[in-house]
Each structure stands twice: as C-alpha cells, then as structure tokens.
C-alpha cells in the first residue's frame, strides 16, 4: 500500500466533493393491495388527486376513480397480467391526456388516441386533457348555422344548427347509425371536421363503418375513435371524452366539428361495470347515482363559442338504443332532458319500408327555425301538420267507409309527402335540391303523379333542372331564399318535365 501525504488526501477529497451531483428524487409510491377484473386497490398514495394517472410495473397505466380512507380504487387502461399483490405504484402527477391536432384527420384511434389503423404513428407535441368544464352562458352564442345532414326528413321539419346536441334514438337496426354516416358524409366540402367515436360496438361493423367512408371520401375531413365491445370497460368509458377533447382543439380554433357518439347505453353499462367492480352504492337499474352527470358534462361541452373566442362549434349526435321503443327508460329519458331534440326511430316504419324511419310526430329540434336556410323555412312549415292529418285519417280510411273528396286529398297529399321524404342510404342531398323536392310536394305539384312513380319523378325532376335550368338551384345555393324569380322558372321547369314525364 503506497503512504498517501495528507495534502493529496485532501486534494481528492475536494475533487470528490466537486464532482459530486446531488441526484436524490423522490417519488410518490404506493403499493398493489389487490387486483382483479381490471380494478386495483392502491395502498400508501394519500396525495393523490381524482382522475389522476398511476403507473404500474411493464409500462401499464391506471386512473383513479375512487378516493377512500385507507385506499384508492383506480382502473387499469392496459393488461393486468403483469401485476401483483405487492407491487409498487407510482404517481405520475398527470391526468388521462390524448394527442390533438390536424394530424388525427382520416386516422382511426383507440380510447387513449394511439393509431390502430397501420399508417404510422400520429406525428403532433399537442395534447389535451379529456376532462374539462364546458364552457359558460357568457362564452357561447345562440345556434344560427344549419348543419346540413342531406336527408330531407331531418333538414325540414327536425333542422340541426350548429352547436346542437340532438339525440338520435331508436331501438336496434332502425337506421340510427346510418343517419350518422349520411350526415358525415354530406359535410363533404363544408369545412366541418368529423368526429365518429364507437363504443362497445363489434370491431367487424367498425371496419365496415371505415371502409364506407373510405368509399364516399368522408375519411378526409374525419377521425374515428373506437372502444370495441373487447376493450376494456375503463377504455369504453373514457372514448366519449377523448373524441370531445380532439373536438374542442379545432373548436377553440374557431372551426366548426360535428361528433357522433355511438352510442351512449353502451357507454352507461360501461360505467355501470366499473362502478360496481368499485363498490360504489347502485341506484335505479343498478346504475350509479352520477350516471346522470356522466352523459351530461359530456353532451354540456358541445356549443357554439361567442365571436370574441373565435366563433366555433361543436355539434353532438349522440345516439341511444332503446328496448322495444320505450323512450321513457331511465338513460334515455336522462339524455332527452339534456339534448336539444331528439330523432325519434320506429320499427314498424323502418319494416313498412319507409326509411330513414323518423316518427315526425315524438321528434322535435328545440332550435327549430334558426336553423333553417330562409329558403326551406319558408316552404317546409305545412309538412308536420299534414303527415299529423294524414296519420290520423289513415287510421279511419282502414275501415273502409265512404270518404268525401276532401279527406280522399288529404291522404293522397299525406302519401305523396311520405314517398318524398323516403331516402336511399349514403345518397344525401344538396340543401338546394332538398329545398326544390320539398317544393314541390307541400305545393301539391305530385297530386297527379301516381304514389309508385314519385321516386322516379324525384330523380327525374331532379336531373331535369340539372340540365335544363341549372340557375335555379344556383340561385337557391347562393341567395339562401326562393324568391319569386326562382320560384317562378321553378314552377315552369316542373310544368315542362311532368310533359315529358
């Protein structure tokens, strides 16, 4: 051993004492009390906040939901596989946040906003939290802007603006999804990004759902958030959020967003799963006692900004499936009491063939007019009533009975309206087209066009001014109203194709 002179001793002490880095880091760590069907007690984390992110071993996460005494209930959002009784926890400070940005247009993604679709990862720094306050009474503007869904049923007597929440409800295959779809796809070239989040939904219709966009070019202009019936019950639970927050980035940049939320019963027996797994107490139908705040803060972030903020909007179709068309459940009853309207679906018109099936009668848009192009508002008014007559002669015509000229009218006009308003799927039409059929029959133009050949009078009419007269819906298009010019050439143009008819 070589005999070290004090000084060098100290020398290299003082070296060490240089170099020396303090690298303490404290960590706040709890440990795993016990696991199972994707719930986990956490032990030892008293700071923690609600809806905070945890970490757990193999880069697994889980969000809190339940804060108590002695431990912390909190959901994983990956496979429990890895974890154990015994393990250690850690916080991350942070709540759930997904990516936002330009970047998700035509991409599809699951709950936590990574891509699923096999084009590459999603290339943006932005993220957003998926929980937040909607915004104010102060910071919005009333609905004014239509939001063309190119089915005539819908834009002229159940018109949705702008920063609407309508409901679309009905019980299973009566063609509430593909309301959705024709509305996506007709808001081809009107600046409105899409935003069509799927829960609980078999991953085989998803990709069909995909495709068909693929096909009409709606994948474009949208973004497709998926939870499927496989996921995880915590994954089907945040979707909704995740798809209103990339939502909220374009509309805080003053752009206009239509979301489709597909659909909210899934959604609730998702969070009814996770509440019970959690112990918390079970209310009506055992859902928990917030499942009426869950849907709520959700559809509340739709709206339409003030000027001041830009001026952009957010418009939910949110659609619940109903049990042998009893709207008066619990979930749906909730979400009517919180939607701006509703469309209602009905079997037994969906079966008689009249598709899209809307029962004009237990539908209703609570924005109404402001929402209409001056055009349809003028020309769409008599439709409600007359179906309403229609209906309720119907019923009396069945026996038989002598009926005097008026009434026989009356059925015939009821008839005809009821062949315009029929629609095929993914065939939206132009808002001008809408509004020259819709013409067309409240001014009894159809009365002696037999009810099986007004389809074929529609198309026929329809590419007749097309080629013909095109001004008209021109006019139509650009001026927003049928002024008397219009409405006459309009009038010549129908006399002139029912000759040739």
């Keep these: 051993?070589?005999?070290?002179?004090?000084?060098?001793?100290?020398?290299?002490?003082?070296?060490?004492?240089?170099?020396?880095?303090?690298?303490?880091?404290?960590?706040?760590?709890?440990?795993?009390?016990?696991?199972a069907d994707g719930i986990c007690r956490?032990?030892?984390?008293?700071?923690?906040?609600?809806?905070?992110?945890?970490?757990?071993?193999?880069?697994?996460?889980?969000?809190?939901?339940?804060?108590?005494e002695d431990n912390i209930g909190c959901v994983l959002l990956g496979d429990q596989k890895g974890i154990s009784e015994g393990d250690l926890v850690k916080r991350t400070k942070k709540v759930v946040s997904i990516p936002v940005g330009d970047e998700l247009t035509g991409r599809v993604v699951n709950a936590l906003?990574?891509?699923?679709?096999?084009?590459?990862?999603?290339?943006?720094?932005?993220?957003?939290?998926?929980?937040?306050?909607?915004?104010?009474?102060?910071?919005?503007?009333?609905v004014d802007t239509p939001l063309q869904t190119g089915i005539k049923a819908i834009d002229s007597m159940i018109p949705i603006g702008r920063g609407q929440r309508e409901l679309i409800i009905g019980d299973r295959q009566t063609g509430k999804t593909a309301i959705a779809i024709d509305t996506i796809i007709n808001q081809k070239g009107e600046g409105v990004h899409c935003i069509y989040v799927a829960i609980g939904q078999k991953a085989s219709t998803v990709a069909s759902l995909v495709k068909t966009l693929e096909e009409y070019k709606a994948m474009d202009y949208t973004t497709v958030v998926v939870a499927t019936a496989s996921d995880l019950a915590p994954l089907q639970y945040i979707a909704p959020y995740s798809g209103c927050?990339?939502?909220?980035?374009?509309?805080?940049?003053?752009?206009?967003?239509?979301?489709?939320y597909d659909d909210l019963t899934k959604?609730?027996?998702?969070?009814?799963?996770?509440?019970?797994?959690?112990?918390?107490?079970?209310?009506?139908?055992?859902?928990?006692?917030?499942?009426?705040?869950?849907?709520?803060?959700?559809?509340?972030?739709?709206?339409?900004?003030?000027?001041?903020?830009?001026?952009?909007?957010?418009?939910?179709?949110?659609?619940?499936?109903?049990?042998?068309?009893?709207?008066?459940?619990?979930?749906?009853?909730?979400?009517?009491?919180?939607?701006?309207?509703?469309?209602?679906?009905?079997?037994?018109?969906?079966n008689a063939g009249l598709r899209p099936a809307i029962n004009a009668g237990l539908s209703v848009s609570r924005v109404g007019g402001s929402a209409q192009i001056k055009a349809m508002k003028k020309i769409a008014g008599p439709i409600r009533g007359e179906l309403a007559q229609f209906r309720e002669l119907q019923s009396f015509a069945q026996f038989g009975s002598e009926l005097d000229e008026s009434t026989?009218?009356?059925?015939?006009?009821?008839?005809?309206?009821?062949?315009?308003?029929?629609?095929p799927q993914y065939k939206p039409l132009?808002?001008?087209?809408?509004?020259?059929?819709?013409?067309?029959?409240?001014?009894?133009?159809?009365?002696?066009?037999?009810?099986?050949?007004?389809?074929?009078?529609?198309?026929?009419?329809?590419?007749?001014?097309?080629?013909?007269?095109?001004?008209?819906?021109?006019?139509?298009?650009e001026s927003k109203v049928l002024d008397e010019q219009t409405e006459k050439d309009l009038i010549k143009a129908i006399e002139d194709f029912k000759k040739t008819f």
């Design 430 to 477: 132009s808002v001008e087209k809408e509004v020259v059929m819709i013409y067309v029959v409240t001014r009894k133009h159809l009365l002696d066009v037999p009810t099986d050949k007004v389809q074929e009078f529609e198309d026929g009419l329809l590419s007749y001014i097309e080629s013909a007269s095109p001004s008209i819906l021109k006019n139509i298009k």
């Design 245 to 260: 927050a990339m939502g909220e980035e374009w509309m805080e940049k003053g752009e206009d967003v239509l979301i489709i």
């Design 113 to 142: 906003g990574q891509p699923i679709d096999d084009k590459g990862p999603i290339k943006t720094n932005k993220t957003r939290e998926i929980e937040r306050v909607a915004h104010g009474v102060i910071e919005r503007k009333s």
């Design 42 to 68: 956490v032990h030892g984390l008293s700071d923690a906040m609600q809806g905070e992110l945890l970490e757990f071993p193999g880069e697994v996460y889980g969000m809190i939901l339940n804060l108590e």
């Design 267 to 350: 959604h609730a027996a998702a969070y009814r799963t996770l509440s019970l797994l959690l112990k918390r107490p079970p209310g009506r139908e055992a859902y928990p006692g917030d499942v009426f705040y869950l849907h709520s803060r959700l559809l509340e972030r739709a709206s339409r900004l003030s000027e001041d903020l830009g001026g952009g909007s957010i418009t939910a179709l949110p659609i619940i499936e109903t049990q042998a068309g009893d709207i008066s459940a619990y979930i749906p009853t909730n979400v009517i009491s919180i939607t701006d309207g509703q469309i209602f679906l009905e079997t037994e018109m969906f």
């Design 408 to 423: 026989k009218k009356q059925l015939a006009q009821g008839e005809r309206i009821q062949q315009i308003l029929k629609q």
């Design 1 to 35: 051993m070589t005999n070290l002179k004090p000084e060098e001793i100290s020398t290299i002490i003082k070296e060490q004492i240089q170099k020396y880095d303090e690298r303490l880091k404290s960590t706040d760590t709890g440990v795993v009390m016990q696991v």
